[in-house]
């Protein structure tokens, strides 16, 4: 480090979905920026050998101090949310945070941290540093989450019964059985929670967004110059940062999946999978199977254990949360008899964990069958891939929202899946649209456009790029 190197710390809570933006960001701002960063993961038991690995291959450029998570079990019921199980344990653990802050040899000029680690705040205070949150969500989801205190105000019984869109102020309004998963029930535990999370995200100096100024241009504004939305955030700068995405490097991977999809034709192949820490139920499971046998349309299943209900349910459970060791039982043991033999000469089911920037990359991948978690969308965007949106929980109701309505890029199920099993007829259908239809032609169109405007807004002089310029900047002139 430099004496003229800004030095920022980086708090990242567990899980890959917050985990991999935050390095990527770090390895930015070191690699384009010129930044000193420490990244300071908080690991939990749970650790999957994907974030492992993730963890190591982000060595150069960057300084890594793992953080273990406190241990919750005494003060979290085993059945709590994972909102709450992530805000309490993010907020045990803050002494081991300030432990390894001030033991640091070059202490950070700037701290920043995730949307759950806003308790850290604290100690950016104690050292007199400024703090900024990263928002590895999109801008209209940011704009929802700090205006929500104010809803809570505002709106008398349950959002999800509610008979109009919620109004966020210069934002697209929200549908009700869109809102964020901790939104569902006023009633329970995990509300409170998160309101007071939003009200730490606000208390932030500024705010990193995970978008650019292109994709999300109206929720941009609404948080930049909404004076309701401006005072809720306490009229504090907002930065575009996005897409932070992984670079796909075609010579670094050869794995069976790739290998399979080398001896598919061009744009053939839909790509299933729900993310980190997704599942769907048995139920579900079986048709989704046959919907795509039914397709008769080639696929990659990434295949997970099914819980009782669509879930975020093996998100923080040791060895389940995106690990290729992780189904002991076997997940294919759930898919209907003589489907694997039926499908081999068109399907690979893969279980648990796959190379995702690497499948969608590959040339013969013509969708993706997601459940539009923020990095998985900002991944198939940048590799112009439509979509089939199948949100299942947090924000990606929203996320489903936009693909499908605004940006056009995404056909959904009638039904939120989180409702109603989505039959394999439905599912068939959805599948040889993208593949075959007119729909999925003017989706690939489209979705390449968007690719295009994000390679622009993170190249040099690009509007991400700027951004990160002005954050630099800003850091700066507030540090002196
Ligand atoms: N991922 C992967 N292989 C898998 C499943 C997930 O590489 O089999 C990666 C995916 O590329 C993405 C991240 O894990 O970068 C999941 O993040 P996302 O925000 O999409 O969803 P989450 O897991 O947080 O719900």
């Known amino acids: 480090m430099t004496s003229k190197q800004l030095h920022v710390a980086i708090i990242s809570s567990p899980g890959i979905g917050h985990l991999l933006p935050v390095l990527l960001l770090g390895h930015r701002l070191a690699t384009h920026h010129n930044l000193h960063v420490t990244i300071l993961p908080v690991i939990t038991t749970a650790t999957s050998p994907a974030l492992s690995q993730l963890l190591t291959s982000f060595t150069t450029n960057l300084s890594v101090i793992q953080i273990p998570a406190a241990d919750i079990s005494s003060i979290s019921p085993p059945d709590a949310s994972i909102v709450t199980q992530l805000c309490v344990m993010m907020r045990e653990t803050i002494p081991a945070i300030r432990t390894t802050v001030s033991s640091m040899a070059s202490r950070p000029h700037v701290l920043i941290g995730d949307i759950f680690a806003t308790e850290s705040w604290v100690i950016a205070e104690e050292f007199g540093i400024p703090k900024y949150v990263f928002v590895t969500g999109n801008a209209w989801f940011t704009g929802l989450f700090t205006y929500s205190p104010v809803l809570d105000m505002q709106i008398v019984g349950q959002y999800v019964d509610q008979k109009d869109p919620l109004e966020i102020p210069g934002c697209k309004p929200v549908r009700p059985e869109d809102v964020v998963d901790p939104m569902l029930n006023r009633d329970h535990e995990t509300y409170g929670v998160y309101i007071k999370q939003a009200i730490g995200v606000a208390l932030a100096d500024g705010m990193l967004i995970n978008t650019w100024e292109d994709l999300e241009p109206q929720s941009l504004d609404a948080l930049r110059t909404n004076e309701i939305l401006r005072s809720v955030i306490n009229h504090k700068p907002v930065y575009t940062v996005g897409p932070v995405i992984k670079r796909h490097e075609s010579h670094v991977l050869k794995n069976e999946v790739v290998e399979w999809l080398d001896k598919q034709p061009e744009r053939s192949v839909i790509y299933v999978s729900f993310g980190s820490g997704g599942t769907i139920s048995v139920e579900q499971m079986k048709e989704l199977a046959w919907g795509l046998e039914l397709s008769k349309q080639r696929f990659v299943w990434v295949v997970r254990p ?175």
């Open 306 to 480: 099914p819980t009782e209900q669509c879930s975020d349910g093996s998100f923080l459970k040791a060895g389940q949360s995106g690990g290729p060791d992780g189904c002991p039982s076997g997940p294919c043991g759930y898919l209907p008899q003589g489907f694997l033999t039926r499908t081999e000469k068109i399907g690979i089911v893969v279980s648990s964990w796959a190379p995702q920037v690497e499948i969608l990359n590959h040339r013969s991948v013509v969708g993706f069958l997601t459940h539009c978690g923020w990095n998985s969308t900002l991944e198939s965007i940048t590799s112009g891939v439509p979509m089939i949106a199948w949100p299942l929980y947090a924000e990606q109701k929203m996320n489903a929202t936009m693909l499908t309505e605004e940006l056009k890029v995404a056909v959904r199920p009638e039904v939120l899946p989180t409702k109603k099993v989505v039959g394999r007829e439905e599912v068939a259908r959805m599948v040889m649209d993208l593949v075959e239809g007119e729909e999925g032609k003017g989706m690939k169109v489209r979705v390449n456009i968007l690719k295009e405007d994000a390679k622009k807004a993170i190249s040099e002089n690009g509007s991400s790029y700027i951004s990160v310029c002005k954050f630099v900047e800003d850091c700066w002139s507030r540090i002196k």
